[in-house]
Structures are given as structure tokens and as C-alpha cells.
């Protein structure tokens, strides 16, 4: 009751690289624990005397599904594999917001870049044992932001009063796996020469290994950026050099 501000991020993780979708009642935890946190927000925001003057909802970049090489811009439709499904109802969960009055910001996040674990550290790791490469072909996009960026992004659509809907939050240049993979080798100063076979992702995470490891997407965020929001770490070799370098 009075708060300025509701940020719901709640929801169980999946983790990267992605735990197995079929271990028992995993895909059913990951969608309730969503829905469930985006149901208690709304009757929390319904009973309040003084509403919020904003709720962020967090979503991610898999709301989109896979595009291959097409530019993905706010306007995408909603894809149908199970991250996207996910996606869709933890959105759903607080459309309800709206209707109170009080104004509501969707973050489609893509996988964050930082120096505490996350998807980066999984992808640096083989690096580090020279033992790094592409993953799969390489030709699949992937799209990222720096956790600075993240950060920001969050505080100036939380305090910008014209912020509503839907924004993409990723670094303006998304790159192809392979060219990813070589900044990280430069970085490290380690070899790229060992892809890794995308069969290995198939078959030990099944559909979340398809789509969140293996899956393409060209994710870009227009509606921040036309709104004035400027990146600290707009490219990849930037963003990688701030996270890896040495102390």
C-alpha cells in the first residue's frame, strides 16, 4: 500500500544450461510458479488504499519463439514452443493491472550478461579449458544485455511516466553464435576450435535445450531506444572485456 514501484520477477528457474523439461512436474512448476506470483500481485495491487504507481512484469526474449534471422521488435507475435507459452501466461498473469489504473511495464529480458554465474559463466567455462567453440552450428542469433545495462534499463522505464507495454531489453547488437563465441576466445585469450554438437543439447535437455541453447534469436530493443534509453555496452566485445578482464 504507497509503493512507488512493484517489480514481479518471481517464478521458478530454469537455469543455464536449462534443466531437463522432463523431469517430473518440472514444465508445471515453472509455468505456476509464474502465473501463481502474478495472481497474489494483482490482488495485492486490487486491495491496496494507494495503488503502485507502476508494476514491472518480467518476461523474456523466448516470449518471440524462434525467427532465425529476422529482427525481432516489440510488435512480434507470441510464439508456440513451451518458453514462449511461458512467457504468454507469466505477461497474462498481471494484465489485470491495467484496469486498476495503474501502469504497467512488460520486460522481455534476453539472457543477462554478469560476473555472478548465469548464462555466461556456462559459456565462458569451456573456454577456460580450452576446450571452447560455437555452440551447434554457430548460425543461431543470440541476444544479450550487459546486467549495468539491465539495471538501468529497469530504473529509467520504472521512472518514465510515457513507459507502457512491452519493451525489449537487449544490447542493440545481437550477433551470431560463432561470432560470439570467437569474442569470448579473444577476450580469455584462449582457441576456438571445438563447436559443441547440438545433438548433445537435444538429448540432455530436450525441447529447453532446442530452443534456449540452440534456438535463434535476433532480438532488438526499438521501443527503449526510441524512447532515448542510451546503452553503456552496445556491443558484444565492450560488454565481454567490462565482465572478463582481469583484475
Not at 543455464?16 to 495491487?45: C, T, Y
Not at 537487449?170 to 553464435?177: R, T
Request: net charge positive; aromatic share 12%; hydrophobic share 50%.
Amino acid at each position: 500500500d504507497g509503493a512507488f514501484a512493484i517489480l514481479n520477477f518471481a517464478g521458478a528457474s530454469i537455469g543455464f544450461p536449462p534443466i531437463p523439461w522432463w523431469l517430473p512436474g518440472r514444465k508445471e512448476n515453472i509455468m505456476q510458479s509464474r502465473v501463481h506470483a502474478g495472481n497474489a500481485i494483482v490482488d495485492a495491487v486490487r486491495a491496496a488504499k494507494t495503488k503502485p504507481r507502476v508494476v514491472m512484469q518480467m518476461s523474456g526474449s523466448n516470449f518471440y519463439g524462434l525467427r532465425g534471422d529476422q529482427s525481432i521488435a516489440e510488435n512480434e507475435t507470441a510464439g508456440n514452443d513451451f518458453p514462449a507459452r511461458v512467457c504468454v501466461e507469466w505477461e497474462n498473469a498481471t494484465n489485470e493491472i491495467e484496469s486498476l489504473g495503474v501502469r504497467r511495464v512488460i520486460a522481455r529480458t534476453a539472457p543477462v550478461l554478469t560476473k555472478r554465474g548465469g548464462v555466461l559463466f556456462y559459456l565462458a567455462l569451456p573456454f577456460k579449458f580450452f576446450v571452447g567453440g560455437a555452440l551447434g552450428n554457430g548460425k543461431q542469433w543470440f541476444a544479450w544485455i550487459h546486467v549495468a545495462d539491465f539495471i538501468a534499463a529497469i530504473r529509467f522505464l520504472l521512472e518514465n511516466e510515457n513507459a507502457r507495454g512491452a519493451f525489449n531489453l537487449a544490447a542493440p547488437n545481437p550477433l551470431i553464435n560463432a561470432d560470439f563465441a570467437r569474442a569470448l576466445a579473444r577476450i580469455l585469450k584462449r582457441p576456438n576450435w571445438f563447436p559443441a554438437p547440438g545433438w548433445i543439447f537435444k538429448f540432455v535437455f530436450g525441447e529447453l535445450g532446442e530452443t534456449m541453447v540452440l534456438g535463434s534469436q535476433r532480438v532488438i530493443p526499438r521501443r527503449l531506444q526510441a524512447m532515448g534509453f542510451q546503452f553503456q555496452f552496445a556491443d558484444a566485445a565492450s560488454a565481454l572485456q567490462d565482465l572478463l578482464k582481469e583484475k
